[in-house]
């Protein structure tokens, strides 16, 4: 796997994500604090990519700089092929709402909103047509044709999870992150998640990035990065053809030393037939 440096004058052509050299670093009490130190990245569109890590890391922050939610210090991003570092924060946010969705460990529904009306807010302000009956189709994917009027404090994790990810996918982003997506739930609903996620993902071809501490959640992605200490590494073992749906490898991910991360070759998602979950 080729893992030499990139410059921001050989950006590849066809890239979700691109990073070179990204550093992100923060005044404390103490002095300077880095928190990311020269990231490099590259992925290609519809892969699903892992990134593993301690807490503290700097997993999250990556996540944040990745997304427009934030500036780095230093260092270039390049999203969907756009430059980050030439919009500002006006046109930062309009690229997040044409090209990107999330879904969080702590699932940040709107709590005076139904799960229906929840699904539909992207959709309406993205000025999707036929947002309500996209949000109703959206929730019959994931199970919930019975919860559309429920407000989030009426829904178990689980439930709450799903209605995340309908709302999520309901504007067919180009690029979906997904912050512990199953942090917060048993082992039992959190396999049910995981597998309408990349069911989903595959489904719309859409590039996931996600942060876990989860490594067979991880190992269902066609990549596993490794994040310690500001470093974003690729193991020698990690490879674009995804292990089997369950797969029960869990080994800790071993770091390989801090590296430039590339595309690996492509390979086959898992594979669930379509239809809604229980």
Known sequence: MSCDSQSSESVPRESAINVVNLKKSVI???????????????????????????????KSTLLG???????????????????????????????????????????????????????????????????REKAQQMLERVGLSHRLTHLPKQLSGGEQQRVAIAR????????????????NLDAANGHKIADM??????????TLVLVTHDMQLARRCQRQLLMES???SEPEHSNAQAPEAGSQDCSETERAGPKAVTAADDGAMPTRESGTWN
Request: glycine share 8%; charged share 20%; aromatic share 6%.
């Open 65 to 131: 700089l990745l997304a427009a939610l934030d500036t780095p210090s230093s260092g270039e991003i390049w999203l969907d092929g756009v430059a980050l570092s030439d919009l500002n924060e006006e046109q930062k946010a309009s690229l997040r709402k044409q090209k990107v969705s999330f879904i969080f460990q702590s699932f940040m529904l709107v709590d005076t909103l139904t799960a229906l009306e929840n699904v539909m807010l992207p959709a309406e302000l993205a000025g999707v047509r036929q947002a």
């Open 168 to 183: 999520a996918f309901i504007c067919e982003p180009k690029v979906l992150f997904a912050d512990e997506p199953t942090g």
């Open 230 to 232: 500001g470093h974003l």
């Open 197 to 206: 996620l990349f069911a989903l993902n595959q489904e719309s071809d859409t």
């Open 28 to 58: 404390t009490q103490e002095g300077e604090l880095t928190i990311l130190d020269g990231i490099n990245l590259h992925v290609k569109p519809g892969q699903s990519v892992a990134i593993l890590g301690p807490s503290g890391s700097g």
